[in-house]
């Protein structure tokens, strides 16, 4: 009886529908309805999927070993150019300060060698009054006249080596070709061969540099 009134039932439902009830019946299952229905709600909600998101490929290790190898060397290379600019900067630096140096210490030399020469006429005259003013025949004004220029020349000496201005003094010592300039050669008396004997001019040095070479004359051995 049960059996009778379903099919009953299911042969009354197309008619329904084709009657314009607005309502579809789909034959079949309510869950397999249910899944179908499910399926396509999150189809369109999910939408597809977006190219720009989709997942890169990962570079094989071959090619990521090659790149990092080359950015190593890239960063070696910079190093080392980096190094040597720091060097040469500092090279720079160094030759400009002791040019600075330089020029402080030696800017006074073409001044010094005037003065040099006034300090030659100094002690010349001062030795010439000297020789004139003899102990039997004494002369108060020319002996007075020798303490002035012997203390004027004392205090030149002094102003000279507060500045770095020093005289040579090469007698008996060996002949040097960068201190000292040969004007004659004199028998070797009771010294070595290759010894100042004779100074005629002073040399000077500033701050250890020869501004002027000593005029010498030096001792040779007597040829018979």
Do not use: W
Not at 57 to 69: F, R, T, Y
Not at 78 to 86: I, Q, V
């Amino acid at each position: 009886m049960a059996a009778r009134s379903l099919r009953h039932i299911g042969a009354l439902l197309p008619a329904a529908g084709k009657a314009g009830s607005g309502s579809l019946y789909f034959r079949g299952s309510p869950r397999a309805f249910s899944t179908a229905a499910q399926q396509r709600s999150t189809g369109d909600e999910c939408g597809p999927e977006d190219p720009s998101e989709e997942p890169k490929h990962p570079l094989p290790d071959c090619a990521l070993e090659h790149k990092a190898s080359k950015l190593e060397e890239q960063v070696r290379d910079l190093t080392e150019r980096y190094r040597k600019a720091l060097a040469d900067s500092e090279n720079v630096r160094r030759r400009t300060q002791k040019f600075v140096e330089d020029a402080k210490l030696f800017g006074i030399q073409s001044f010094c060698r005037d003065l040099v020469e006034v300090a030659d006429i100094l002690e010349k005259t001062a030795e010439s009054a000297a020789g004139h003013a003899e102990p039997s025949d004494p002369n108060p004004t020319l002996k007075k006249i020798y303490e002035g220029l012997s203390l004027i020349e004392a205090k030149l000496q002094s102003v000279f080596a507060k500045h770095g201005l020093q005289k040579m003094n090469p007698l008996g010592g060996r002949y040097d070709p960068y201190d000292h300039e040969i004007v004659c050669h004199v028998p070797a008396e009771g010294v070595q061969p290759g010894t100042v004997a004779l100074v005629t001019q002073d040399g000077y040095k500033l701050h250890g540099r020869t501004i002027r070479h000593a005029l010498v004359g030096v001792a040779v051995e007597a040829q018979e």
